[in-house]
């Protein structure tokens, strides 16, 4: 290795580098191949420099850009943070969280093996649902139901097989686009049934539907408006009236979304067992939005259709695997049962508002003046309750720096804090910060702040 003054002009070889001690962290984190990989394209980089081939580069430069190439890769990984946004379903952070009673429940059954398909009754193979129908069928009053690997796939895998080459009656006001470029048109066109449009988009009526009603209809689909809301002068149709008239040919479907049943506090939003009551005959729903569960799409209707659903090819590349039955059989056990671990975090959050404000307070009293306790509000989000708000207390941060850095260096942290800014100042939200989090972010702010 020659040098100048300025620093190094012939650069380390990769080996030599990968023994360093300062790398072994990064290898244990993300393998040796990607650091090597990492390693080499940094090196590659230098070497272009015009700087580089004039000056050389020194020692500290040369690992300071190694170790930035690392920290990205490091950066791109899966892992835990702080959600002090007060979005408690917030799609971009994992949306539900699974309540650790819930995973730990079900630890055993997946790392070692387990009756996935066969019955230990006679021994033979049998069907990887468990008791998901019947739990299913306790919750939304439903005659039975599936469980697929996401909403999305729910409503292809529906259209699939029971509107495929047919017609499917959609609200214009219900031909929506969620998260992702997800919109109804396209997948129905994707799954092969040809869309018929009626009504406008703030008022659409029972007779909307039924006199667009031909031989070749195969279902009328009613889609949940997840993320907006329509005011002033609408109206929608009677699911019942509806129901009544369809003719016996056409299916009555419902993408419900959220997920909502049993809890309280949306006055406003359907939950998917009403649908039942009032005559659809599929209902489908998220298991990761407010029920509280892993990412699941869930269908629940008829026995008959929910069998043809279950014997059409998409269920092989659309099935969930046994982390995600395991986890919603617990869950769904855990609320039937009215007991804690079967709340979602929407209904803990938004239901336990006293809790929310008392951990508000623990976090102020620990860093003094350098927040401000402010009264604000938090969404459950992740495409559910459009414009409802709930009341919610956030920490104002009170720095000498631009919001902007503030946010980039809360994102930084060991346990990295995901935060809002807030009339240009940094707010920590304390909606969906859980309460085993405040110990942590207690710290990690104090040491942030010097205290």
């Known amino acids: ?24 962290p990064y290898i244990r984190q993300l393998s040796r191949p990607l650091v090597t990989n990492a390693i080499r394209r940094t090196l590659a980089d230098i070497r272009q420099q015009s700087s580089f081939r004039e000056r050389g580069i020194t020692i500290d430069a040369l690992y300071s850009q190694l170790n930035d190439a690392c920290e990205y890769l490091i950066n791109q990984r899966h892992s835990r943070v702080i959600n002090a946004t007060g979005t408690v379903v917030h799609t971009n952070l994992g949306r539900s969280p699974i309540d650790p009673a819930l995973w730990d429940s079900v630890a055993a059954v997946n790392t070692g093996y ?7 009754s006679d021994g033979k193979r049998g069907q990887r649902k468990g008791i998901l129908s019947q739990l299913l069928s306790s919750l939304t009053g439903a ?15 529906l259209l699939n097989e029971l509107a495929r080459g047919k017609e499917v009656i959609v609200s214009r006001g219900e031909q929506i686009q969620i998260g992702g470029g997800f919109r109804i048109p396209d997948i129905l066109a994707l799954s092969g049934a040809r869309l018929v449009e009626v009504g406008t988009t703030n008022i659409t009526t029972a007779d909307d539907y039924i006199n667009a009603i031909t031989e070749n209809t195969a279902m009328v689909l009613m889609v949940h408006c997840s993320n907006f ?5 609408t109206e929608s149709a009677d699911i019942r009236d509806v129901a009544r ?11 419900q979304g959220s997920g909502l049943s049993s809890e309280k506090f949306a006055a406003h939003e359907t939950p998917s067992d009403s649908y039942i009551r009032a005559g659809a005959d599929l209902v489908c729903f998220s298991g990761d939005k407010i029920l509280g569960g892993p990412q699941a799409g869930i269908i629940c209707g008829r026995r008959e259709l929910i069998q043809k659903l279950e014997k059409n ?3 092989r590349a659309f099935r969930p695997g046994r982390i995600i039955y395991s986890l919603l059989e617990e869950l769904l056990v855990r609320k039937l049962n009215r007991a804690p671990e079967g709340m979602g975090i929407a209904e803990t959050t938004v239901t336990h508002s006293e809790a929310l404000e008392r951990r508000a307070n623990e976090v102020a009293g620990a860093l003094g003046d350098k927040v401000r306790l402010v009264p604000s509000q938090m969404v459950v989000g992740g495409g559910t309750l459009p ?10 941060l009170q720095i000498e720096k631009q919001a902007e850095q503030v946010l980039a260096d809360l994102r930084a942290m060991s346990l990295p804090v995901i935060g809002v800014i807030r009339n240009d100042k940094v707010q920590l939200n304390m909606a969906a910060v859980l309460p085993h989090e405040l110990s942590a972010l207690i710290e990690q702010l104090r040491s942030y702040f010097g205290l």
Do not use: T
């Not at 300025?6 to 990769?14: E, F, K, M, T």
């Not at 005659?143 to 996401?150: I, P, R």
């Open 114 to 120: 387990c009756n996935l398909e066969i019955k230990l």
């Open 229 to 233: 809301v329509v005011r002033g002068f």
């Open 1 to 24: 290795m020659s040098a100048n003054p300025d620093g190094i002009l012939r650069l380390p070889q990769v080996e030599q580098l990968l023994q360093k001690p300062i790398f072994a």
């Open 245 to 255: 008239r369809l003719p016996k040919h056409v299916i009555l479907a419902v993408d």
């Open 313 to 315: 090819p998409l269920m």
């Open 143 to 157: 005659e039975d139901g599936l469980v697929v690997n996401n909403n999305a796939a729910s409503v292809y895998l």
């Open 387 to 396: 414009d409802e708000y709930f009341p919610s207390w956030s920490l104002e």
